[in-house]
C-alpha cells in the first residue's frame, strides 16, 4: 500500500524562524511531489510542487526532494503568523492511482 | 468568473435520500476529481474523470456515482446517504496527470460540506 507519512504536529515555530515541514513516501515509482496549505474552514491551495532531486525555491519557500532517502520537506523562511495552517503533502507517480495524501501538518506559527 | 465551483456549500439531508453534488470548472482541465476529507484520514479520492464520458473508481467509491457527459461538470450523487457519508467534499481539476511538474497540479474548489442525519 501506497504512503504517505507527516507528523500531523501541532508543530510551534515563532514569528520569524523557519518552519521544516517532512513527508516520507513509501513509492518508489512516485515522481512528483506537491505542497498544498490548506486554512481551517478552506480548501488546499497549493504553495509549490517538485520532481527533480535537490532545492527549489520560490519566495519564503524552500521545497527539497531526495528520492533515495524517499523524502521531501517544505522550508518556510521568516514564518508569519498568516503562514499557520495545515500543509499537505502530495505524492504522484502518473496516473489517479499513483496519488497520494499525507494526512498533513498543523503548523502553529508563534507572535 | 474562471476556476472550479462547488454547489451547493452546505447541505444537510436525512439517510436514505439521495444527494447530488455539483462541480463546474472554466479551465478546460482534462482531469476532474472528487475527494472527501475526514478527520484521522486526510483527503481520500472518491472518483475521478480523465475526460468527458470517461470515470474510475479511487479509494473510497462504495455508496457513490459520478458522470460526465460535459468537460467541465462533474456531478457526484450519493444514491442514498448514509451518516458515514457525512464529511467535506472537494472537488478538484488539472491538465494532466502523466506530464511531471505544473500541468499534474490539481486545482480544489471550495468545498461542500454535507452532514447525513
Known amino acids: 500500500q501506497k504512503e504517505v507519512e507527516q507528523n500531523s504536529g501541532p508543530l510551534s515555530v515563532p514569528e520569524g524562524a523557519i518552519a521544516s515541514l517532512n513527508c516520507t513516501y513509501s513509492?518508489?515509482?512516485?515522481?512528483?511531489f506537491f505542497w498544498y496549505r490548506q486554512y481551517s474552514g478552506k480548501s488546499p491551495e497549493l504553495i509549490m510542487f517538485i520532481y527533480s532531486n535537490g532545492d527549489k525555491e520560490d519566495g519564503r519557500f524552500t521545497a527539497q526532494l531526495n528520492k533515495a532517502s524517499q523524502y521531501v520537506s517544505l522550508l518556510i523562511r521568516d514564518s508569519q503568523p498568516s503562514d499557520s495552517a495545515t500543509y499537505l503533502c502530495?505524492?504522484?507517480?502518473?496516473?489517479?492511482?499513483?496519488?497520494?495524501f499525507g494526512k498533513g501538518t498543523h503548523l502553529i506559527i508563534q507572535p | 468568473d474562471a476556476g472550479i465551483t462547488q454547489s451547493p456549500r452546505y447541505k444537510i439531508t436525512e439517510t436514505g435520500r439521495q444527494v447530488t453534488l455539483m462541480c463546474h470548472q472554466t479551465w478546460s482541465h482534462s482531469y476532474m476529481f472528487w475527494y472527501r476529507q475526514d478527520l484521522g484520514h486526510g483527503l481520500r479520492l472518491i472518483y475521478y474523470?480523465?475526460?468527458?464520458?470517461?470515470?474510475d473508481k479511487g479509494e473510497v467509491p462504495d455508496g457513490y456515482v459520478v458522470s460526465r457527459s460535459k468537460t467541465e461538470n462533474f456531478p457526484l450523487t450519493l444514491e442514498s446517504a448514509t451518516r458515514s457519508q457525512t464529511s467535506v467534499y472537494f472537488c478538484?481539476?488539472?491538465?494532466?496527470?502523466?506530464?511531471?511538474?505544473?500541468?499534474?497540479?490539481?486545482?480544489f474548489g471550495p468545498g461542500t460540506r454535507l452532514l447525513v442525519l
Open positions: 502530495l505524492s504522484q507517480r502518473g496516473g489517479a492511482d499513483g496519488l497520494t
Open positions: 513509492d518508489r515509482g512516485s515522481q512528483s
Open positions: 478538484a481539476s488539472s491538465e494532466s496527470l502523466r506530464l511531471a511538474g505544473a500541468q499534474e497540479t490539481q486545482y
Open positions: 474523470s480523465a475526460a468527458a464520458d470517461i470515470t
